[in-house]
């Protein structure tokens, strides 16, 4: 709740603050970085931070979350914050480490607005600043709890015990434990954080959604190549396409992530489009490790079935799930191999396919993908609570808080 002394403080700034965030949110990881150099070793994805969208993400948070506790009654976006807290959880972030953080973004502000910045708008900005990060340390701490692990044991190493191309520009993944240790059990649709060892010394880290049930030893991802032609665009893509063999160790973090699967019992539609597919195979695999009777619905677009990554899994998964069915969309082919309820082309038409009523969707695949296919949810009387959403990178959409 923002104090009474803040909040008319906070209603006259935030206009000014919402028009130069995007400026603030540069300087503030520029000046962070040059302090604290050691913070882009682990835990910055630097293909984000070139392109813009790690300071528009962060922009974008801190706008909304000012936004809301100036709504009466006060409403802060807890799926926002949840989805935030689950990225922090599995890159291992610490309570102390937001002192850092509010020291950097906080001088962002002064060093943008200058003048307007008194002593009083500054302590009404650094009160926003800890309700959002006090919100978030307390989800964190409950996340790590309810893993058993604290920020520093969310790492562990695994080898690589299978690599298998899935279509020209997917390779799956399969890893191993290499200590007796218990493997924490993911749920349907979560990801971990990968350490890639980068040439120059620097681990990025990258998410990428488990693709398999769990077995108790063994881990699965699968990875599309980045073609960004140049660092860091697709470095880690490319490393663990190109580098990466059978033998080596990569260290992951246990799994997190808050777009799991619905266990009330309803209808599911998946709907997915290119490597978006991942998290939806996930899902798939936990069902039928379940024996699940569930009603599902696989909706997937895609380049050509040959860019269908994972759809010998997805296809042997859905006939053993006695109600379901899949139809695909396919840009430059409808042709398809595939037993499937129907085959269109162009883009992905939910006209074109048998929905179920009352059903729990999932959504992944590019934001203009997302955007349409929730919209498309929404005009067919669809609730929001019954969509769920994941984007791949920083969450630029933030449908969630709307």
Known sequence: MLSDRSRPIIQATLPVV??????????FYAHMFAAH???????????????????????????????????????????????????????????????????HLLWAIGDVLGDAVTPDVAAAWDEVYWLMAYALIHQERGLYSARGVTPERVWRQWRVAAKEPETDDVVSFVMRRVDDRPVKTSLPGQYITLLAPMPDGVRQPRQFSLTRADDGEHRYFAVKRVHGGGKPDGEVSNLLHDTIQVGDELTMSVPYGDVVLDDSGRPVVFASAGIGVTPMAGMLSHLVAAGSHLHVTMLHADAAESSFALRRQITEDLARLPKSSLYVWYEQDRHTDLPVAGAFSGAMDLDQAELPEGAVHYLCGPLPFLQSIRSALIDRGVPPRDIQYEVFGPDLWQADAD
């Open 18 to 27: 919402a028009d130069h965030i995007g400026e603030i949110a540069r300087r």
């Open 37 to 103: 150099p050691e913070f882009q070793d682990g835990m910055f994805n630097r293909g984000n931070q070139a392109e813009g969208s790690q300071s528009k993400a962060l922009a974008g948070s801190v706008a909304v979350f000012a936004t809301r506790l100036l709504s009466v009654p006060p409403r802060i976006p807890e799926r926002l914050l949840t989805r935030i807290a689950h990225k922090h959880a599995s890159l291992g972030i610490r309570p102390d480490q937001y002192d850092v953080v509010r020291e």
